[in-house]
């Protein structure tokens, strides 16, 4: 079973829809990206929780929740209006109830927030945060 994996891919591909509709580069995990310093761009992390027994017995599923973190970087000093436009797309884009599915795995999404701007070395970042659950095989 891989449902590390499977659960962030599922995640990882709705993104990719989103990015390739809306013209986003996405700094991926562990690729190398070199952003242009006027384009606006998504770098995801998935941040799980602790798996947890959610049935009785040896063969009970497991739960796996955690947060799916979009972060989107946009040129510093660019309205923060215009960034805070991005997160809100993102966060419909990431509809609560959503089902996504990958290798048999379905991931569950739930609401989705954003959190407090920052500058950093001739970015502004505003992190969104998606919550999601699956349940999964027991191991």
Known sequence: MSAFKDLSIA????LQA?????????????????????????RPTVLPAASVQAGLGSTGQELHQGIFQIDVFAKIDES?????A??????????????????????RLGT?????GIRDSGWFIVPVFINYLSFTQAR
Request: without cysteine; aromatic residues 12%.
């Open 86 to 107: 991005e997160a809100d797309a993102i966060a419909d884009y990431f509809a609560r109830g959503t089902t996504l599915t990958y290798n048999g795995v379905n991931v």
């Open 80 to 84: 923060k209006s215009i960034t805070l």
């Open 11 to 14: 995640l990882n591909q709705k």
């Open 112 to 116: 989705a927030s954003n959190g407090s």
């Open 18 to 42: 989103y990015s390739t509709a809306n013209s986003r580069s996405v700094a991926w995990e562990n690729v190398e990206f070199n952003p242009a310093t006027s384009t606006m761009y998504l």
